[in-house]
């Protein structure tokens, strides 16, 4: 008897070896790294989309200016008044900027984590 046989008594479990079963749970896996990473560049595009309109003096009754602001204040809500500068340019783009940076980090890294495996 090698180490490696199983204890009488105990019922024993293979790994399925089906390929076109670990095909299709590597494609899904590919899927999701993707559809995270598209998330998160997402959200930092339209924090920094917000950081080029406030900083080129968007128009702030535009309709599509207010809804990129209003989308950043919701993705950066954790951030806000995290930094206090005088220059309210420099505010903006640290508040903002941080969540941005943020958000690109944890989705690559959770994307590339999911491609890993």
Known sequence: MSNFDPVPGYQTYQQSSDPERSARRQVA???TALTVCT?????AGLLGLWILLFLLHANSANVFVEFVRGTANWLAWWSQDIFTMDTEGLRVVLNYGLPAVMYLLIGH?????????
């Open 29 to 31: 896996t590919r899927r």
């Open 39 to 43: 998330v998160a560049d997402i959200a």
């Open 109 to 117: 890294g959770i994307s590339a984590r999911l491609n890993r495996a």
